[in-house]
């Protein structure tokens, strides 16, 4: 019989030959690399773009310092840009899974909220963020006047602590004493909590905004971003780090707790609501922060399994 010929006498496509789509599952065993190849390319461009343009100053002390927060700031540009590259690279890899013929995506991009979800979370996030420009303005204008009704400023503000590290530190302990077999799990939590903390707060160097409560509003948007790369500015309202930390923690407690899901998210929205309703944030901070919560879990899940396997249970899961 010849090669490739069926018994019936009909000849089959010799499909060994044939490049093959990766899957879904086999793309992501290259993720990782991408993320840190984006994160080199994005962190050294703009720390070299910003020596270049602005330079450093002559006294040596000065130079260090000033040279360091360039580095600090292109080190946090790289792991927010990575994230968009990998999202977007996942994005089209989906939608060209689909339109050669494969109507269903596997049961891991299906089902909980896995790296893969929480990075598509973290695109979607900053797109609505920029949406959201839009409305910061009149929506922040309104909260700062004072014009919220005053019941509802009482029940959000005591879910701020939520999004504070004293919040955090009394929620891990308090899983602690009270969960046992889960303990084993808390360094996971916190190393959720601590880098999404983090990335939010370095975020805060990228690009200056004023709060909304000392800005002028007979300006528009734009008036509230200021300078890139802000040495002092201690009024910085993008991102927002309560919310940050308020997201990894509830992402992560969901990881440990998947049927408490939703307690966990509404915890987060409403700390996400008192920093809008307190005219500390600007709703398009906010999304930021949470987008940026998304990305910092979605690293912390993959480092987990790289070092000690997966968590006990999947996110979203249960």
Known sequence: MLPGAHPSGVAMRNVGNKPRFPTPEELERYVPYLFLVAWGICGAAVFAG???????PGDQDRAVARGAHYALAGTVFGFLAAGVVVSVLSVAHCCTWRLLGNKDLPAGCRHGLTERRLRLLYLGFLLAAAAALGIDCSLAQWCVAQKCPRFLHDVLEPFAVFGEAAGAFVVLLAIHQLDPSRRRRLRWVLACVLISAMAANGAKMLLARTRPQTFDFHHGV?????????VKDVRQSLPSGHVATAAGLALSLMALYPRGRRLFLLLAVLVACQRIESGRHFPSDVLCSAGVSCLAVACCLRLDRWFSGPPDAEIGQG
């Open 222 to 230: 734009r008036a509230t971003f200021g300078r890139w790369l802000p």
């Open 50 to 56: 910003v020596l270049v343009s602005e330079g450093l």
